[in-house]
């Protein structure tokens, strides 16, 4: 389930954006403030942003230039009842990946947000569509599914982008710096706890449900990926 920020500070507008984004099957979070949603985005790791531009706190301008200097790849569509074209390029020179003029449909909205949704999966994460295959472990890159022991995971898209990155390369030590480049595009990392957090995530769901310890902590350095029985690992074992 795709996790989506909308940046709004309309009331009305904010709440009808998220009743329809729900009713697709989107996650989603409403800020009405752009400093404070820029807080919320580093706290919630988005998969999409809508952004509104003219905002309290922050503009959008603002918003996507602070936010594109630690996310260079998830999608950002502005949301604006400008029309004039050099508004526009401004939004997409500030880091934008797409816009839409108010006063819009929800359908084109819908559209809008899938398609940039799935150009980010395209672009992120299928490098390889051959399945993988670990213990009781089955993923579909091509598909976006995973299952455990033949039934399914519900991962967000960037926590399913990070699973791959470290299924593809078994055995291997994937370094935090290199997993931030892989999934988020970061030039630097700012923060492990971006990292963890996603980590501590992708376990709960694949292993959980699972006979086996998939991710273990490499301490000081990153993350390796190998499918360990439970029974034959040490207690709780969460390296």
Aim: aromatic share 8%; proline share 4%.
């Amino acid at each position: 389930m795709a996790r989506i920020l909308v940046v709004e500070d309309d009331p009305i507008i904010g709440r009808t954006v998220e009743y329809a984004l729900r009713r697709a099957g989107f996650d989603a979070i409403v800020c009405q403030d752009g400093a404070e949603a820029l807080d919320v985005a580093r706290e919630e790791f988005p998969d999409l942003i809508l952004l509104d531009i003219m905002l309290p706190g922050m503009d959008g301008y603002s918003f996507a230039e602070h936010f594109r200097r630690l996310d260079k790849e998830t999608s950002i569509i502005m949301v604006t009842a400008l029309d004039q074209e050099r508004d526009k390029v401004r939004g997409l020179d500030a880091g934008a990946d797409d816009y839409i003029t108010k006063p819009f449909s929800m359908e084109e909205l819908l559209a809008r947000v899938r398609a940039n949704l799935r150009r980010a999966r395209e672009r992120e994460v299928l490098s390889s569509n051959e399945p993988i295959t670990a213990g009781d472990l089955f993923i579909e890159p091509s598909e976006l599914r995973v299952s455990v022991a033949g039934q399914p995971a519900r991962l967000r898209l960037k926590e399913f982008q990070l699973l791959v990155a470290l299924a593809s390369n078994q055995g291997s030590l994937q370094t935090r710096q290199k997993l931030a480049q892989q999934v988020w595009g970061y030039e630097f990392l700012p923060s492990s706890r971006t990292i963890d957090v996603h980590i501590r995530r992708v376990r709960q769901a694949i292993e959980e449900p699972s006979e086996y310890h998939y991710v273990h902590t490499v301490h000081g350095m990153g993350y390796r990926f190998e499918p360990v029985l439970k029974s034959e690992s040490q207690d709780g074992e969460d390296e």
